[in-house]
């Protein structure tokens, strides 16, 4: 489904990712950890096409389709997510409005009838229930006044409703008590499919308790220097994210 | 928007393409081919009395627009506003041109030119009463005169009379004696004295005591002649215990040269009386360099005459090349409530000055006052508003909320507020905010699929919504639809 190799983004001058290089087919969850300034997050708005990061070497193949030719509302409508680490408030768009808005920017793209809004608001009643989220926040302003937890499951809530092909979790986790970590990650649970891959990313391994990755890669420095099945999530709890990096050192020095 | 292929594209198709964009970019800007009966362009003191004498006018009235025609020449333009462009030549202003009409007045829409009633259709202004959307009564003003008049039978069993003013002046010269000048005086300022002594036309509204009027009552402007001044005055006056909802619509063609408007407009509220008046103004801006479009300098005022009276000014100002004005209202009654909800739209080289001024007078008087700025394009846009409470005004209570945003790092926002507080027991609220269409919040909309041009107008529509709601239904449609058009081509 998506294809990354070698990859080299630029932000300011400053070179984020070096190298990267990761191939995720339909059906797989895969898990990307690794320390603060890593480039996690640069990896995640790169996918989803923010202009601020400079592509410098390297491809990206979704489907088949060079996917950093597309914009980004493209992007979107071909089937990528980004659950945002930092959800944006935008003051006086509701949030039925909004996503009314953006399913039928999908369906039109589909060449599917819009909905008009009777049969959207009976379309997500359905998914608020996934994600447990009161019917109130429908007819509020898009992510204004939310508290963090209701930001991040109104980023799960969105995906259920837009149902991409793939889907980039950016940090959902953090700033959740262990209750809202449980209904995010049944959120994403409930949506695995076999048309369907994600890439969770993390800073912790809390969050593939309960949401179990088929891979785990660590990315430092801008490179994944680890990857393996969900145990090393585990493993880089216990040892601490040097291990993974020094393990990938002692190994080449060796060689 | 055009596409960049659109405009280079070959000479054959360029001039089709560039039609078809213009039409898009200023649906209004049409001209109708009409034969018109026009004063030469300058003005003197003939020149009054002509247009004094082509309505037919009484001798009281007369003297009322020389005496503002020779304070008028005392004066000097303002420079004070926030606002640049060449000096106007008043001596090339036709300042009298009228449709030529059958008789003197259609007595009804038979006897209207089928050419104005197809230019108010193609405006979306339908004269025909039973065409009339939501039951809407409509005045059209065309350049000079006003040309026809709906639903006036219909209010008139309510006692209500709403009809061109210079018919008000002949059926009801008692009524206009005594409120004409009376909220902005013929010496008020440069451009009201202006008006004061060549007003041609304009809506007049009487509510009388106890009366709800049961539709929206609305003028339509329209400047079609070339090199013509638009000077229309508009009274309304609500008596004790009456409500009424008002709107006024207005469009221009486009040409190169710039065209000047300015009206006066009055309102009057008695006790427990509400006057609900909106705006939306779609006055032709000018092009994408700036070059032609009116100058729209308007003095709006309202007079809360009443104990509890309320009166509550709503605009979205998207047209004109330049906006200057500040309805505002003197809250004279005991309780009475003023209310100013603006937006003001500046995209390519449109500037506007334009804000409120809110005068406490009478006890536990309150005013709200709530103002988005977008600009856009090189656009520049200035919120200027006065809030003053006098020694009497016990009680009184302001809030006033001023925000901008900007699109795009060529356009300018500009806040001044003014306020000066005579009484201690006071209450003021001001709140301001300035900003940036965010990069984060275009990017978020275009990751759920949404495309820029339309996440552009809905966030920007978001920004206006505490404004819109104040507008009546339809006109809220239609200034959504309005500002989608006016922000065309702003993000690249």
């Known amino acids: 489904m998506l294809q990354i190799r070698n990859l080299h983004v630029n932000v300011q001058g400053h070179k984020i990712l070096k190298g990267l290089t990761l191939t995720i087919n339909a059906g797989e969850v895969h898990s990307m950890m690794g320390p603060n300034g890593s480039g996690k997050s640069t990896l995640a708005q790169v996918l989803a096409g923010r202009d601020t990061y400079e592509v410098t070497e390297g491809e990206v193949f979704f489907e088949g389709r060079n996917l950093l030719e597309l914009e980004p509302d493209e992007r979107a409508r071909a089937g990528v997510f980004l659950a945002f680490q930092y959800p944006v408030e935008i003051p006086g768009v509701g949030t039925a409005y909004f996503l009314r808005a953006a399913v039928n920017a999908l369906r039109k793209h589909r060449g599917e009838e819009e909905l008009d809004a009777v049969d959207f608001l009976e379309f997500v009643k359905e998914k608020m229930r996934l994600v447990d989220m009161d019917e109130q926040l429908l007819k509020r302003s898009v992510n204004e006044g939310f508290s963090g937890g209701e930001k991040k499951r109104g980023e799960i809530f969105q995906m259920a409703v837009l149902e991409p092909k793939f889907a980039i979790l950016d940090e959902t986790d953090s700033g959740l008590d262990i209750d809202a970590l449980k209904i995010v990650a049944d959120g994403v649970n409930s949506m695995r499919r076999t048309d369907r891959a994600f890439l969770v990313i993390t800073h912790y391994q809390r969050l593939l308790n309960y949401i179990v990755p088929d891979f785990v890669h660590v990315l430092v420095d801008g490179r994944i220097v680890k990857s393996g099945g969900k145990e090393l999530a585990m493993e880089l709890e216990e040892r601490g994210y040097a291990w993974a990096d020094q393990s990938i050192r002692h190994a080449a020095a060796a060689s | ?492």
């Open chain 2, 1 to 492: 928007m055009v596409s960049s292929t659109e405009q280079t594209s070959t000479s054959s198709e360029t001039d089709a393409t560039l039609d078809r964009w213009q039409s898009e970019e200023y649906k209004y800007g049409f001209y109708t081919d009409i034969e018109t009966d026009s004063l030469p362009p300058g003005l003197s003191e003939d020149v009054v009395r002509l247009i004094s004498a082509k309505k037919d006018e009484p001798d009281w009235l007369l003297q009322w627009r020389l005496k503002a025609y020779r304070h008028w020449l005392t004066m000097t333009e303002p420079t004070w506003q926030n606002v640049h462009y060449e000096p106007i030549d008043y001596q090339k202003i036709i300042y009298y041109s009228a449709p030529k009409q059958a008789k003197d007045r259609p007595q009804s829409l038979d006897d209207v030119d089928p050419k104005l009633l197809e230019t108010y259709e193609k405006l979306g202004i339908p004269l025909q009463e039973r065409a009339i959307l939501a039951g809407v009564a409509v005045d059209a003003v065309f350049d000079s005169v006003s040309v026809a008049t709906t639903f006036k039978e219909k209010l008139g069993e309510l006692g209500i009379i709403f009809c061109p003013f210079s018919e008000a002046v002949h059926d009801h010269p008692e009524l206009v004696q005594q409120y004409l000048g009376s909220v902005v005086p013929h010496n008020d300022n440069f451009f009201a004295a202006l008006n004061s002594a060549v007003f041609s036309d304009g809506s007049f509204v009487y509510i009388p005591k106890g009366v709800k009027c049961p539709m929206d009552l609305s003028t339509y402007f329209r400047i079609n002649a070339i090199s013509t001044g638009q000077f229309e005055r508009t009274l309304i006056v609500a008596e004790e215990g009456s409500t009424v909802s008002y709107l006024e619509g207005c469009t221009a063609p486009m040409r190169d040269e710039h065209q000047l408007h300015a009206a006066v407009v009055e309102l009057i509220a008695l006790d427990d009386a509400t006057i609900k008046y909106s705006t939306i103004q779609n006055w032709y801006p000018g092009d994408k360099d700036g070059k032609g479009g009116i100058y729209n300098f308007v003095t709006k005022r309202a007079k809360c005459l009443g104990r509890n009276s309320h009166i509550s000014w709503t605009q979205v100002e998207t047209g004109a090349a330049i906006t200057w004005k500040y309805p505002g209202c003197i809250l004279i009654g005991d309780n009475s409530v003023g209310e100013f909800y603006s937006v003001a739209l500046t995209n390519n080289h449109q500037q506007a000055d334009t804000g409120t001024k809110m005068i406490h007078i009478g006890k536990n008087t309150r005013s709200n006052v709530v103002s988005k700025g977008i600009s856009a394009g090189f656009g520049q846009n200035t919120y200027r508003g006065l809030i003053k409470i006098t020694k009497s005004a016990h009680g009184a209570r302001n809030y006033t909320q001023c925000d901008s945003m900007l699109i795009g790092d060529k356009c300018g926002a500009h806040t001044f507020p003014y306020i000066e507080v005579k009484n201690s027991t006071a209450q003021m609220e001001h709140e301001a905010t300035t900003s940036k269409i965010g990069e984060d919040q275009l990017f978020y909309c275009n990751q759920r699929g949404i495309s820029t041009e339309d996440a552009v107008s809905m966030i920007v529509n978001g920004f206006c919504k505490e404004v819109f709601r104040e507008l009546p239904m339809e006109f809220a449609v239609e200034a959504q639809k309005l500002l989608e058009v006016s922000l065309e081509g702003s993000v690249g």
